[in-house]
């Protein structure tokens, strides 16, 4: 088109150019028209055309090539927009004016200059999203694309369980980053992720962290194992304790876990429960199984708190429980070595001193011991935490119920 074309030429090509997007709406389907910009430029161009016709406002070439230019943006982000908006890919699939129905339910689309704009807004952000995703990954602009489409399916389940875009974001980078699992993993996996990070009350990173441990031990999927440490978390939460302490407990202590967890890591589980309830945290455990396992110190070290005490300090059967990976029995029989509060508060700086180091944990550790064991003997209370949370595990209607708690955990 040249300049000395008209208001009046530029309306006639507009009309023309609407008829030709409607022959072609005709011949390929309405859905085809909104992927490959059309519907986009139609709306462009019909605003334009309504407003020379009733308020004598000219139509430039500029604004006609704007219309164009208009169309073939939406056009590079058309599957993107399909799956973003699935409803339009049923209204496609119907024909007929059905597409410009459901087009018009978007807020304000009754007016043909708001909804070209809002629709506008809708291409670029999309077109946006699939930037960013090939930045982030590094992938072709159509793998982008069909990333960006399947994330937006993804946010609408997550919804469902009370999570947020962001948190399937942190969950597909953590997935990819701790796990070393590829693009289409972190893709079917960050819902169930997302899922048991927020039941457990840990971060991403952590969840990364905890679910490589269990791997370490374990044959089970990544799917399973994640619905296993959901189901944990329902029974940590049965004994009264929370959560996210024991499940950070377990990812700060990946050695201790790597050396001694059994039965799929119940034995640390549970002996991470018994500690929170003495006010303690699963090092103190690691400290404690360790400095019995030192025979020759350990040994040398009670000997010594019994002469200083006054009395008979027994560690050798705890010490063929830290052998045996029983760390629930360990914090037992250490319960009835420390004795109670009344006790404790007889000793001098000097036997408090001996008799921590004897157990493996140091005087400050050793007084929230005693002040949480003032039953005394095997009977003490934090010792029955986690021997009943051990129990409500293992029991097999229990563990049923359990499980069906944790897959429906938010």
């Not at 022959?23 to 389907?29: I, L, P, R, T, V």
């Not at 840990?202 to 044959?219: H, N, R």
């Not at 009943?388 to 293992?394: I, K, L, N, Q, R």
């Amino acid at each position: 088109m040249a300049d000395q074309y008209t208001s009046k030429d530029m309306l006639e090509f507009a009309q023309l150019r609407r008829q030709e997007i409607a022959d072609e709406k005709k011949a390929f389907g309405t859905f085809s028209a909104f992927k490959n910009g059309l519907l986009s430029e139609d709306l462009f161009l019909r605003k334009q055309i309504n407003d020379a016709i009733q308020h004598g406002i000219d139509i430039s070439e500029d604004s006609v090539k704007a219309a164009g230019d208009f169309g073939e943006a939406q056009k590079k982000s058309g599957d993107a927009i399909a799956d973003y908006l699935p409803n339009l890919t049923k209204a496609g699939a119907a024909g007929g004016g059905m597409l410009e129905e459901v087009l018009g339910m978007i807020p304000g689309f009754g007016q043909v200059a708001i909804g070209a704009i809002a629709l506008f807004k809708i291409t670029s952000g999309i077109r946006e999203a699939i930037t960013d995703t090939r930045k982030e990954l590094g992938v072709s602009y159509i793998n982008a694309a069909l990333i960006t489409a399947e994330n937006k399916k993804l946010a609408l389940i997550a919804d469902a369980y009370g999570l947020t875009t962001e948190d399937i974001s942190s969950a597909q980078s953590a997935i990819r980053e701790d796990l070393g699992a590829s693009v289409r993993e972190s893709l079917d996996l960050s819902v169930s992720f997302a899922r048991t990070a927020a039941a457990t009350g840990q971060t991403a990173g952590q969840l990364g962290d905890t679910l490589s441990l269990m791997e370490s031990i374990s044959s089970s999927s990544r799917e399973v194992l994640l619905n296993q440490i959901r189901t944990n978390a329902a029974m940590i939460e049965a004994a009264g304790v929370a959560p996210a302490l024991v499940m950070q407990d377990l990812a700060n202590n990946a050695g201790f876990f790597a050396e001694y967890a059994k039965d799929g890591g119940m034995n640390i589980i549970a002996a991470g429960v018994a500690a929170r309830k003495l006010g303690l945290e699963m090092s103190s455990v690691a400290s404690i199984s360790n400095s019995l396992l030192d025979f020759e110190t350990s040994i040398e070290d009670q000997m010594t708190a019994s002469l200083l005490l006054g009395r008979q300090i027994n560690l050798d059967k705890a010490r063929q429980l830290a052998l045996a990976g029983d760390q629930e029995g360990v914090m037992k029989e250490i319960l009835k070595a420390v004795g109670g509060e009344a006790e404790f508060n007889k000793m001098n700086v000097i036997q408090r001193r001996a008799l921590a180091k004897s157990v493996g944990v140091d005087v400050e550790q050793l007084s929230r011991l005693v002040r949480n064991n003032t039953a005394g003997g095997t009977a003490g209370a934090v010792g029955a935490a986690a021997a009943g949370a051990s129990s409500v595990y293992s029991d097999p209607e229990s563990h049923r119920l359990l499980n069906r708690i944790a897959r429906n955990t938010d």
